[in-house]
């Protein structure tokens, strides 16, 4: 099965927004030929994330191949880019081709711009959900879960559980033991310390 997942970039992303889906994709999907997992951005140049970490996309967004997958990620940047319209336009362009629909974090508020999120149940970090009900008011933003699933619509809460939601996506679009078997690679198995309530 051809399938292209395609991970957006702008000036200020949450590093591991991105680079937790990334890994998760392409350790899922190594021993197949036929899968891709690209980074997009607007500009050639390389992209800086928020704690400087710089990136070269793959593609502009206007060459982009076709995508199956997109995977947009949060980040103070969002607020910038929810008044691109090189942005915006865009994932209201490729949104509704594409299999699977994806955000991480603040990403939820691009596709919010987008147009993408209405009528859905949507969430997104923990600090922001207000923000997004008071942008998103014909949406149902639900709290206190690590991602919600609304037709082709997945959106993570924050950083680390966009990996949560990228290891359900693998299990959704190949299998569960595939789903499994990158878990256990990736020695993904959380016990956070200071457990407690902050």
Request: with cysteine.
């Amino acid at each position: 099965m051809s399938f292209t997942i395609g991970i957006l970039l702008y000036p200020d992303t949450e590093e591991l927004d991105w680079a937790g889906p990334w890994e998760v994709f392409n350790m899922a999907t190594a021993d197949l030929d036929d899968v891709r997992v690209v980074m997009l951005a607007e500009h050639p140049e390389p992209v800086r994330s928020w704690n400087g970490l710089r990136v070269l996309p793959d593609y502009e967004l206007s060459n982009a191949p076709a995508l199956d997958l997109i995977v947009v990620p949060g980040g103070l940047g969002t607020r910038k880019e929810m008044e691109n319209p090189a942005v915006v336009d865009w994932l209201a362009k490729i949104g509704p081709d594409c299999e699977w629909i994806a955000s991480v974090c603040t990403g939820s508020l691009l596709l919010q711009a987008a147009g993408l999120t209405a009528g859905k149940q949507i969430t997104t970090h923990w600090a922001v959900i207000e923000e997004l009900r008071r942008l998103s008011p014909e949406s149902t933003v639900v709290e206190g879960v690590r991602y919600v699933r609304d037709g082709k619509l997945v959106t993570a809460a924050g950083v680390s559980a966009g990996i949560d939601m990228s290891l359900w996506l693998v299990g959704q679009i190949w299998d569960v033991e595939r789903a499994r078997k990158t878990q256990r690679m990736m020695e993904y198995d959380p016990e956070p310390p200071y457990a407690t309530q902050v």
